[in-house]
Nanobody, 117 residues
């Protein structure tokens, strides 16, 4: 089992930047790592994903502004968020998923990102 702990959320002004980090308790080398978010009254949605092979996927709302990266040696994944907008306000969750012969999925507890001027 993998435990995920997010950090880096907070209050930021529109146009600002934040870097979210997720630390895993075990190896993430074979996991697809992702960042999801959930705004009040909305469903949780994928923001960015990164496979073990380095393939990145972004939500349309995140393209050009957010960058996901991973460090398998440190078992961490990060989300650099630039040009933040009020609609980026949400709880951001780290996710680790395997979908091969072994299938499992883990979530962090979430970190709040709030945009306010």
């Amino acid at each position: 089992q993998v435990q995920l702990v997010e950090s880096g959320g907070g209050l930021v002004q529109p146009g600002g930047s934040l870097r979210l980090s997720c630390a895993a308790s075990g190896s993430i080398a074979n996991y697809v790592m992702g960042w999801y978010r959930q705004a009040p009254g909305k469903q949780r949605e994928l923001v960015a994903g990164l496979t073990s092979g380095g393939i990145r996927q972004y939500a349309n709302s995140a393209k050009g502004r957010f960058t996901i990266s991973r460090d398998n040696a440190k078992n961490t994944v990060s989300l650099q968020m630039n040009s933040l907008k009020p609609e980026d306000t949400a709880v951001y969750y780290c996710n680790a998923k395997r979908t091969g012969l072994v299938r499992d999925q883990y979530w962090g507890q979430g970190t709040q990102v709030t945009l306010s001027s």
